[in-house]
């Protein structure tokens, strides 16, 4: 079945980085897109970005631009976001999620959730 | 950014009623609208894509409806697996955004 598997919590200080992984399976990797969407506690969802993996494309939220690098490693069917200069409001579940390479898209389905903790 | 407005934020309601959750975009979004369900804890869950389009596995007493900027969400007869906090999602455009999710309660 289609499946992603994202790695464990991190507890970060403020103004390091920390990188999430994403593993896919089940499906051709370089077929669809994978979309990165952030859930502070409490709060509803934001998407921060996505990469075609097919050839590498990416696009990110505004805000993000320049402080958030989403890659992929297509022989490890593998997506990356790095998230630089960690705030405590980064603080959040950090989900991936796939989504068709067309405008027609929709999320589906969901890693299980990465808790990135910044505390001093 | 196309804003995203749900309504209700909450909704009590009882196993066997018929619920009705609607989502609002800032500009006409054509029928590029997702539904998800989230229980606590967990990861969202595709309920319905592109307005009315049935997730496979989704059961059918889940609905979608609308076009340009007036959506809704119909569960015909709620079912105790149900309740869970529900996100309206707009794809017309980059960057995708979610509404504030409407949690529903027993």
């Known amino acids: 079945q289609v499946q992603l598997v994202q790695s464990g919590a991190e507890v970060k200080k403020p103004g390091a980085s920390v990188k999430v992984s994403c593993k896919a399976s089940g499906y051709t990797f370089t077929n669809y897109a994978l979309h990165w969407v952030r859930q502070a506690p409490g709060q509803s969802l934001e998407w921060m970005g996505w990469i075609n993996a097919d050839n590498g494309n990416t696009r990110y939220l505004e805000k993000f631009q320049g402080r958030v690098i989403i890659s992929r490693d297509t022989s490890a069917s593998t997506a990356y976001m790095e998230v630089r200069s960690l705030r405590y409001e980064d603080t959040a579940v950090y989900y991936c999620?796939?989504?068709?390479?067309?405008?027609?898209?929709?999320?589906?389905?969901w890693g299980q959730g990465t808790l990135v903790s910044v505390s001093s | 950014d196309i804003q995203m407005t749900q309504s209700p934020s909450s909704l009590s309601a009882s196993v066997g009623d018929r619920v009705v959750i609607t989502c609002r975009a800032s500009?006409?979004?054509?029928?590029?609208l997702n539904w998800y369900q989230q229980k606590p804890g967990k990861a969202p869950k595709v309920l319905i894509h592109?307005?009315?389009s049935l997730q496979s596995g989704v059961p059918s007493r889940f609905s979608g409806s609308g076009s340009g900027t007036d959506f809704t969400l119909t569960i015909s007869s709620l079912q105790p697996e149900d309740f869970a906090t529900y996100y309206c999602q707009q794809s017309y455009g980059v960057p995708y955004t979610f509404g504030q999710g409407t949690k529903l309660e027993i």
């Open positions: 999620t796939r989504g068709p390479i067309a405008a027609e898209t929709w999320f589906d389905p």
């Open positions: 592109i307005t009315s």
């Open positions: 500009q006409s979004i054509t029928t590029y």
